[in-house]
Structure formats: C-alpha cells, structure tokens
C-alpha cells in the first residue's frame, strides 16, 4: 500500500489495529492462523491480510500490535507447545505487503520462544522496513524510542508490557513497564519530537472496562507529554477516552486471532486518528469481525450498527470499576467463563486438529493449571 503524496498541509492519518496473532492458541494447535496459513501458504499470498486494503486505505502510518513470534527457529513439530504462539517466518512479507508501518512488540508472548526467535522477528520486521517498538534498551529499565516522520511531523513511538512473562525466565527482549521510568522517557521524546505515541500492553483480559490503574497511568502519559495511549492486552475491545489533549484507547482489542469462542474476542476495532504538529485532530472508528478463517473483514449493515452500540455503553462504567475489590471479582468470574467457552470451544473442534497435539494440549493445560501459567491477574500497572 503505498502512503499519501507529501501536501503543504502536515496533518496525516494513522490507524491503528489490536493484537495480531500469526500462530495457534493454546486451544487449537494444528488450526490456528499459524496451521492455516502453512496450508494455503501457496494460493493465497494474502493471508491472513486478504480484507484489510480497505481498512488502511489513505493511512500514513498503519500500527498494530505483534502478539507472536514469526520465527521457526528453535521450532519442534511433534510438540505442540513448540507450535503454540508462534508465526510462520514468510508472514513478515505478509505484514509489511498489508502496510503495516509500526508494530508493538513489548507484550507476554514475544519471549516464549525464547531469544533467539524473538530477535529473528525484530529482524525480519526491520528488513522490510516496519518499525519495531516496545524493544528493551542494554539497561533492561526503558524502551528503545523509535522515531518516524510523515510530512515532516516527527513522531515517537514508546511500548511498554504490563503482563508478567510466564513463559521465559530470562532477560527480556521488551521493555517491561514496572521496571521503566514511563513518564521520564515520554518527557524526554517530547522534548525532541512532535508527537509521542505510547503503546502500552495492560491491564486484564476479557473485562471490558479498565480498571483505576489504567485509568490513572493513562491520564499520567498524556500528562507527561504522551498525544496517544494505544492499550493492548485484554482481547475486547475497551472505551475511548479524550484527556486533556490527548486521547486513552483503553484497549483495541482482537485484530487477528484464533480465539473463535466469543463474540467480543471476534470484535476489531479499527482506529483512523488525524494527526498534526498540534496533537490529535481527531478519530474515527470502524469495526471488523474475525470469520472463521481467523481474518478480519469490515462489518456493515445492522451488525456494524450493533458494534456501534455496544461499543458507545461502555461509556457508562459498571459500579464495579470503582472497587479492586470488585474489579477483581467481575475479572475471575469473566476467566472463569471464558475458560469453560474456550473449553467447548475445544472440544467441538476436536476433528480439526492432530489427536498427537490434543493429548499434548491436555496434559500442558494440566501442568499450567497446576503451576499457575493460566490466565490471572495482572499486577496493576505503575509509572514507578
């Protein structure tokens, strides 16, 4: 997709899309996006890419946030959780070939595959000329800034991950937020830069409303200098809030993925901002739904009006949000929930998948259960 001709006026427009996941869930080893797009690796160049041209169309920049490796290093086929979260090596072409501009990469996946797979993702996105942000810097307590101008308007980029890793237990390759100086750093690209753009992977997943600690830090960032929060991490789409003169996207939720079993993990949104040397101008968003092919495709018709609907009552927060306490409970109830659909989820798709990988993923989600690498809550996000 080629950008927007260069005009006298500097304003430009950037979208932004949620989590985008190359590989298979837990829950469907051998037919997730990563099995999919092996097996129409050869007639369709376009996955899992084909319905986006449409939803980039006229953008300068286009971020999303990369929730996987794209790398078969280190790879073992027999084992399903070699398979699990991670992408094929050519979707890196598909990525840059659906213009994709800035990928996130400081989230709780990128690392459970370890170093060396996480290293041929930043690589191979760097070659096809996507910057990469959310990269830890050699004193693992920042993120490497990654600067990008469009006509002539100089942008920062800054990702920070909230989530611990449960997966790796060594270095980490991104900036992990609890261990930055968020604030500093966001002042500190202010000083040299138009626009700060902060990707921030927070909170919990499958709740719908953030909580106070979102709230609080997001108010912080643009209170630092930040233009634009863009938050990852719970799978459902969240409100949008105007601060200051600034803008908190809570959460952009699912963008590619394979998790089929709830309608709002099947919701994208798809942010359009009209930026210029004087912040944000405005925003518009779309909606698009995840098909059963795990692509994302622009809604119309009653059931984009029905994402509208929904999406505009989140503007009116649940007594519950105004409580830890109570926050805590609604998230176990929703995991809890979300743990029984992806459950049955599983089972009515037991056909699709090798029988080898489904024993496999059984006795590992016994041994997650039993070590605690399943979903739970994450520790509230800080500025430090």
Request: aromatic content about 10%; some cysteine.
């Amino acid at each position: 997709m080629r950008p927007p001709e260069p005009s006298n006026d500097s304003s430009f427009e950037l979208v932004a899309v949620g989590d985008i996941s190359l590989g298979d869930a837990a829950q469907g080893v051998g037919a997730g996006v990563h099995a999919t797009f092996e097996r129409v690796l050869g007639r369709n160049t376009r996955y899992p890419f084909e319905h986006t041209p449409e939803m980039f169309a006229g953008a300068s920049v286009v971020f999303g946030n990369l929730e996987t490796v794209i790398s078969h290093t280190g790879l073992v086929r027999s084992r399903a959780s070699s398979l699990e979260m991670r992408g094929h090596p050519a979707a890196a072409d598909r990525l840059a070939e659906a213009g994709f501009t800035v990928l996130n990469v400081a989230n709780n996946h990128m690392m459970q595959h370890g170093p060396a797979a996480f290293a041929d993702t930043v690589g191979a996105l760097r070659r096809r000329s996507i910057a990469v942000v959310g990269e830890a810097d050699t004193s693992d307590r920042a993120c490497i800034p990654q600067s990008v101008t469009v006509n002539g308007v100089t942008i920062c980029f800054l990702g920070f991950a909230f989530e611990p890793d449960k997966y790796w237990h060594g270095r980490l390759g991104y900036a992990f937020g609890p261990a930055c100086d968020m604030l500093e750093q966001v002042r500190r690209a202010k000083q040299s830069h138009d626009l700060v753009i902060c990707s921030v992977h927070w909170g919990v997943e499958f709740v719908r409303h953030p909580g106070a600690a979102e709230e609080r830090l997001g108010r912080q960032l643009i209170d630092a200098g930040a233009d634009v929060v863009l938050g990852h991490h719970p799978h459902v789409v969240r409100r949008i809030d105007r601060y200051a003169r600034g803008i908190i996207v809570y959460s952009l939720g699912n963008f590619v993925f394979d998790q089929l079993w709830d309608r709002w993990l099947r919701t994208a949104l798809v942010l359009r901002l009209r930026l210029s040397r004087r912040g944000v101008e405005g925003f518009d968003t779309n909606w698009a739904w995840i098909g059963d092919d795990y692509q994302p495709r622009l809604m119309a018709g009653q059931e984009r009006r029905d994402a509208i609907e929904a999406f505009a009552a989140l503007d009116e927060r649940p007594e519950w949000t105004s409580s830890d306490e109570a926050y805590a409970q609604q998230y176990e109830q929703l995991v809890a929930r979300n743990r029984y659909e992806s459950y049955r989820h599983f089972v009515r798709n037991l056909g699709r998948r090798p029988v080898t990988y489904t024993v496999q993923t059984l006795l590992q989600t016994a041994r997650r259960k039993a070590a605690g690498v399943l979903p739970s809550r994450s520790a509230a996000p800080s500025s430090r």
